[in-house]
Each structure stands twice: as structure tokens, then as C-alpha cells.
Antibody, heavy 117, light 110 residues
Framework: QVQLVQSGAEVKKPGASVKVSCKASGYTFTSYDINWVRQATGQGLEWMGWMDPNSDNTGYAQKFQGRVTMTRNTSISTAYMELSSLRSEDTAVYYC??????????WGQGTLVTVSP | QSALTQPPSASGSPGQSVTISCTGTSSDVGGYNYVSWYQQHPGKAPKLMIYEVSKRPSGVPDRFSGSKSGNTASLTVSGLQAEDEADYYCSSYAGSNLEVFGTGTKVTVL
């Protein structure tokens, strides 16, 4: 079954870091880019960045430059998104999505990250 | 990178058509034929409905169509059905391996 399965919900304190995983199955992990998108409660979608699992190349939205790191472990077909220096405004559902500029056709189920003192 | 502009809401009766606009600039929507549209139901992950301006992924009904003119892309849903009630987001390639989403439109089926 072709799917992306993300790690479970996280609760973090302000200033901490969070690392969300996204495990791919049913397709060749290194053949498609992985993008990360977040959505605060009741708000719109926000693109954070992308990673090419084959080359390890990455690209980040300017807003997250310096705070986000996207990595992968090809041996277990898993992508990771780490966000540091968390603040309350980072409370959101974080999604991984497969694809490139031609569209993201496969999405993870989402991971809720709550930042609270 | 500013978000693309969409109307907050749109509505139509069953069987009617609704069109959602997505306005950007020559650096994103107007500069590339890489506009996608996503449907999102409450509590669910987004679903790709249109890619590369007007192409439909397998399984998406042909009631959904996309187009672009200048810096504005559009999604039209014809023959509205109750299950089309959802939030819709456009996205566009913005050069330099960057992407940007629209502000989102809530479609209501009256």
C-alpha cells in the first residue's frame, strides 16, 4: 500500500526542538521529493520546504531558514523535519507530502505539534 | 514569498458551478505552469485535485477543471455535489525551488 505514515503528536516547551518523521511505503522512496507543510488550527496551509531523498538536497521557505532542517534515512525510507527554537506560533499540524512542483499526490496523516509552557 | 490571494468563501447550489480564483504575481502563478489545487475536508489531509494548471490526477472527477490567465489561476467545480463542500487551496511554484500556497477558499454547497 502506497502511503506516508507520520510519527505521533508531540508537546514541547517554548525554545525546544521537535523532530517529526514520515515513513514511506509502497513506492521507491528515493524517486520522489518530500515536502513539509503545516497548518495552524483554523488557518491555511503553509509550505515549509522540500527534500530530495536521492540527493539529500533541500530547500526551505525563507520564513523557516535557520530553524528547520529536513533529513532522511534511505535505509528505512523515512524523512524527518526538525524545527528548533519553538514558539507558541509553531503549534500546528505538520504534514509530509510526496511530489514536486507538478503537485503533491500523497500526504501523511499529519502530526500535531503543541508548543506550551 | 507572499501567499497567493484567494476569496475566503464561495458557494453554489447542487448542480451549479463555482469558480475560485488564485491571484499571484509574475514570479509565481504568472511565471510558471506549475499551479496545483488541493481539496481539504475538516480534519483530513489535503488531496490533490489539479496539477500543472489544468491536469487531473487519476480518480478526480472531470467536474473539476483548472485554468490560468496571466497572474491568476482558477478552479471550476461544475455540477456541485454535497461532497464538494470543503476548503480549497491553490499552490504555485515560485522559482528557486520554492513553493507558495494560496490563502484558501471555503466552498459551501447550499
Amino acid at each position: 500500500q502506497v502511503q506516508l505514515v507520520q510519527s505521533g503528536a508531540e508537546v514541547k516547551k517554548p525554545g525546544a526542538s521537535v523532530k517529526v518523521s514520515c515513513k514511506a511505503s509502497g513506492y521507491t522512496f528515493t524517486s520522489y521529493d518530500i515536502n513539509w507543510v503545516r497548518q495552524a488550527t483554523g488557518q491555511g496551509l503553509e509550505w515549509m520546504g522540500w527534500m530530495d531523498p536521492n540527493s539529500d538536497n533541500t530547500g526551505y521557505a525563507q520564513k523557516f531558514q535557520g530553524r528547520v532542517t529536513m533529513t532522511r534515512n534511505t535505509s528505512i525510507s523515512t524523512a524527518y523535519m526538525e524545527l528548533s527554537s519553538l514558539r507558541s506560533e509553531d503549534t500546528a499540524v505538520y504534514y509530509c507530502a510526496r511530489g514536486d512542483s507538478s503537485g503533491w499526490d500523497l500526504w501523511g496523516q499529519g502530526t500535531l505539534v503543541t508548543v506550551s509552557p | 514569498q507572499s501567499a497567493l490571494t484567494q476569496p475566503p468563501s464561495a458557494s453554489g447550489s447542487p448542480g451549479q458551478s463555482v469558480t475560485i480564483s488564485c491571484t499571484g504575481t509574475s514570479s509565481d502563478v504568472g511565471g510558471y505552469n506549475y499551479v496545483s489545487w488541493y481539496q481539504q475536508h475538516p480534519g483530513k489531509a489535503p488531496k490533490l485535485m489539479i496539477y500543472e494548471v489544468s491536469k487531473r490526477p487519476s480518480g478526480v472527477p472531470d467536474r473539476f477543471s483548472g485554468s490560468k490567465s496571466g497572474n491568476t489561476a482558477s478552479l471550476t467545480v461544475s455540477g456541485l455535489q454535497a461532497e464538494d463542500e470543503a476548503d480549497y487551496y491553490c499552490s504555485s511554484y515560485a522559482g528557486s525551488n520554492l513553493e507558495v500556497f494560496g490563502t484558501g477558499t471555503k466552498v459551501t454547497v447550499l
